[in-house]
Each structure stands twice: as C-alpha cells, then as structure tokens.
C-alpha cells in the first residue's frame, strides 16, 4: 500500500534516496534503468543518477518528476517544492524515443543517455561485457 501522498512526500523530500527499486533494463534503448511500482499496479522506468547531485523537481518538468520510496514510485505534482530531489522518468530522456518536450534537462540527460548507450554498443560489439 502506497503511504498518503503528504506523507510520501515528505518522507522522499527529507531522504529522496529511500528507493529499494530493482534495476530493469528500457526495452527500447536497452538501457540500465530502475523499475518502480505505481499506485496504479502499473510500472514506470526511472533514471539511476548521481546520489550525491540527483536532479530537482525544480530543474525537471512536470510529468516527468517522480518521488520513490521502497519499490513505490508517484508524480511529483506541481506543487511540490522546486528544491525536492526527484527521479526523472526515463521515456521523458530515452534515445530510443523522441523528447516529449523541448527543456534544457531532459535534452541534456537525453544527450548523456545517448552517449552512454553508444558506449554500450560499441563495448558490446567489441565483445567486452557491460559493467
Ligand atoms: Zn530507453
């Protein structure tokens, strides 16, 4: 059962690194991404991101912000404080996929995720295992 979204947030806001979320591969770029179980029984894809500098709901635009906490993930509304860390969903940065709108984040993470599976590839195709 998902917690009451107040206290959801409050709790990711005061430690937004509270995620237990199982590491699951994006079926389209192929991707390290983690997996995170929503209200609805539904699942959504998130980026894994430096701990010690995760992105803000200020930084990232609605619908693409999300809090986690243990394997539960939820939209940030947009209320929420500019300065929460959040998880930004992966379809929003994927290279697989078109960007769903033009911003300076998601067109950067969409870059760096771009390079990292060009790396992935190239590793691949030189027959050197992925980390
Ligand atoms: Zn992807």
């Known amino acids: 059962m998902i917690p009451d979204v107040a206290a959801f947030q409050a ?3 005061r430690t937004p690194l509270l995620a237990h979320l199982p590491h699951s591969k994006c079926p389209s770029c192929g991707l ?3 997996l995170g179980m ?3 029984s539904g699942t959504v894809l998130l980026e894994t991101f430096d701990p010690l500098a995760p992105p803000t709901a200020g930084e990232i635009p609605p ?3 999300w ?3 243990g394997h539960f993930a939820q939209q940030l509304p947009d209320s929420v404080d ?3 860390a959040c998880w930004i969903e ?3 940065v994927c290279p697989a996929l078109p960007l769903p ?3 300076p984040a998601l067109r950067a993470r969409r870059h760096l995720n771009t390079e990292r599976a060009r790396q992935a590839r190239d590793l691949h195709e030189a027959g050197i295992p992925e980390e």
Do not use: K
């Open 11 to 13: 709790s990711t806001a």
């Open 101 to 103: 709108i033009d911003q």
């Open 67 to 69: 809090a986690a906490n």
């Open 90 to 92: 992966h379809t929003a």
């Open 82 to 84: 500019p300065r929460t």
């Open 32 to 34: 390290e991404t983690l």
């Open 63 to 65: 619908p693409h912000r």
């Open 38 to 40: 929503t209200a609805d």
